[in-house]
């Protein structure tokens, strides 16, 4: 039986914690800061855990 291969695009755009859960980046955080107020700029910053929804295809691209 072949190994199960991790998608690549997936791999960098997802990380797991610990405990399991899935993170992943806010959507705007590229470019175009300087329409961006400093505290908007702050909270996009940080990451967010990936919705119920789409957690387990999140997990199967990861091979977990």
């Known amino acids: ?3 199960n291969k991790t998608h690549s695009g997936a791999k960098k755009r997802f990380r797991v914690t610990g405990s399991g ?3 992943r980046e806010r959507a ?3 470019h175009k800061f300087h329409e ?3 505290q ?3 909270a996009l910053s940080k990451d ?3 919705s119920k929804a789409d957690t387990k295809a999140v997990k199967k691209m990861l091979g977990r």
Do not use: F
Request: net charge positive.
């Open 36 to 38: 961006k107020t400093p």
């Open 48 to 50: 967010v855990v990936v």
């Open 1 to 3: 039986m072949p190994k």
């Open 40 to 42: 908007k700029a702050r």
């Open 28 to 30: 705007g955080v590229v």
């Open 21 to 23: 859960k899935i993170m």
